[in-house]
């Protein structure tokens, strides 16, 4: 870790996210939403029901919960 990078706070804890992803009707949002979702362990990422090996530690977060919705 360089000196200013800031550790991952505790898995569970809610984090800001931002993206232009698929909305509730189904569409593509035009502008861009936010939502909060709680960071998730890379066990329960990387589980064959989430990424499936690809989420690497070194380089990654997860967040978002496990049905996929927020």
């Known amino acids: 870790m360089t000196d200013h990078e800031e550790p991952l706070p505790e898995f569970g804890h809610n984090l800001m996210v931002a993206g232009w992803g ?5 569409g593509q949002s035009s502008f861009l939403r936010e939502a909060t979702v709680p960071l998730a362990t890379y ?3 990387n589980a064959q029901t989430g990424y499936n090996g690809f989420a690497k530690p ?6 978002g919960f496990q049905q996929g919705t927020v």
């Open 22 to 26: 698929t909305t509730e009707s189904g």
């Open 43 to 45: 066990e329960a990422c």
């Open 58 to 63: 070194e380089s990654m977060i997860c967040a």
